[in-house]
């Protein structure tokens, strides 16, 4: 394989990126933004709109059970089934939302969540096949590059899918004009299909016998133990800084729909130029130093906020650009590092037991610690002291971030790797070589006078 991040796109794993590319523009549709918009022109409550924002990461538990006939079936046909399941289901939630059926608002309302249930269900079953397919057809020695270009064509995808779903919805006024934008879910995931078809298949692993899978065991095999305790703090910390952001900047900096958008577009904008970069230098230094980087960068981005909502930094386009910056830099670093370092330490006899096991209990986390979060923000809504230098619920909220990321780093440091360099070595690749490197390749191929 080519030795950059985009040669791997010339390769047979060109499939993996353009299946990825439809496939998160069609998952955007139908879970994302326009799905919670849909319902609040069907009058939805906010518990309602809660149990729509919990159902994906819930329903992943549905990996655990399904595991056990990865390896039976195989990771090409197991993942098809679970994705043909799902284009189905996006096909009925286009035509309950679209189509003029004699049915009144709650009960539409109530038929498009069954119908999600069941989306998620099979998202989840097939889940727990995808992840131990690529990381069984994906080298060693450019995961970091593959992941990092991965990620980069999901943003992508998602970027262009955020910028036509919001010209289209500034169209429309009626629910049932939904229906449209959930039928293009459809052939989105009709498209990532034939993609996903195309990918190389990959031997599976059989296990002895297909009771009594020892999932205590696995869950106390000590690699697999150290990275998932580390991963969970962190999913606690992100998943806090995710919900505590929307209520900060609509009631304390007045932030509007169209500057959401905007905002959410910086971001994945240093988001994908990240992942473009941060391929090779993750393949040569690890994974281990990469997320120790990634905590940092987030840390000082929560602590740009609570600086903010402290009074102590303006909100001005000058600041807004270097929290972006911060949020997409972080965010890609840790997304891609830590699916890498699961990958090297995952063993390969029983691999899909343990992602569905890694991936259930992340899950776990993503889907309660909103609730938790939620409470405690609207616990320190009225909290305020002080005029020009303020204390208040969001100054709180965002020192709570910075102080879980400090056990965060604690646990990292017991995670295991065998290749890594140290993160001296990785900041010295960054500010020296990397730039060195990058001069004398200048240098070399400047047209002779």
């Avoid at 990126?17 to 609040?40: A, C, D, E, R």
């Avoid at 390969?348 to 405690?376: E, T």
Wanted: charged residues 10%.
């Amino acid at each position: 394989m080519n030795g950059s991040g985009i040669g791997l796109a010339r390769g047979p794993l060109l499939n993996a990126f353009l299946f990825q590319v439809f496939n998160t523009s069609s998952f955007y549709l139908i879970m994302g933004m326009p799905m919670m918009l849909y319902f609040k022109k069907l009058g939805a409550s906010a518990t309602v709109l809660g149990v729509l924002a919990c159902l994906g990461a819930l329903l992943n538990i549905f990996q655990i059970p399904a595991a056990r006939f990865v390896e039976k079936i195989g990771y090409r046909s197991f993942v098809l089934r679970g994705w043909t399941g799902r284009s189905v289901m996006i096909g009925a939630i286009a035509l309950v939302a679209g189509l003029p059926l004699p049915m009144d608002v709650a009960s539409r309302q109530v038929l498009v969540i069954f119908l999600l249930f069941l989306f998620n269900t099979a998202r989840g079953i097939s889940l727990s096949g995808y992840l131990p397919w690529i990381s069984a057809i994906v080298p060693e020695s450019v995961r970091g590059r593959f992941l990092t270009m991965d990620q980069a064509a999901s943003q992508t995808a998602q970027l262009l899918t955020v910028a036509l779903t919001g010209w289209y919805l500034e169209h429309i006024s009626s629910p049932r004009a939904f229906g449209l934008l959930f039928a293009v879910s459809m052939f989105l995931a009709g498209f990532s299909m034939i993609f996903l078809r195309r990918i190389p298949d990959a031997p599976t692993s059989k296990i002895a016998s297909g009771e009594g899978i020892p999932w205590r065991a696995m869950l106390g095999h000590p690699p697999f133990l150290r990275l998932l305790i580390f991963h969970a703090i962190m999913m606690l910390a992100m998943s806090g800084g995710g919900l505590i952001f929307i209520p900060f900047a609509r009631d304390q900096l007045g932030c509007t729909d169209s500057k959401f958008m905007v905002l959410q577009l910086i971001w994945g904008i240093f988001y994908i130029l990240t992942c473009l970069w941060a391929g090779k230098i993750l393949d040569r230094a690890g994974s281990r130093p990469v997320l120790f980087l990634a905590g940092f960068i987030l840390a000082v981005h929560w602590a740009g906020w609570g600086s903010v909502a402290a009074h102590l930094l303006p909100f001005n386009w000058k600041t807004i650009l270097v929290q972006q910056i911060t949020a997409g830099i972080g965010l890609a670093l840790y997304n891609s590092a830590h699916m890498r370092l699961l990958m090297g330490t995952v063993p390969v006899m029983g691999r899909s037991h343990f992602f569905a096991l890694f991936s259930v209990a992340a899950s776990l986390v993503v889907g309660l610690a909103p609730l938790g979060w939620g409470l405690l923000t609207d616990a320190l809504q009225s909290l305020h002291y002080g005029a020009e230098v303020q204390i208040n619920g969001f100054v709180i909220l965002y020192g709570v971030l910075v102080v879980i990321l400090v056990p965060g780093m604690i646990a990292l440091r017991s995670v295991h790797e065998s290749k890594a360099a140290s993160t001296e070595e990785l900041l010295r690749e960054l500010v020296l070589e990397t730039p060195w490197k990058s001069i004398t390749r200048w240098w070399n191929r400047r047209a002779l006078p």
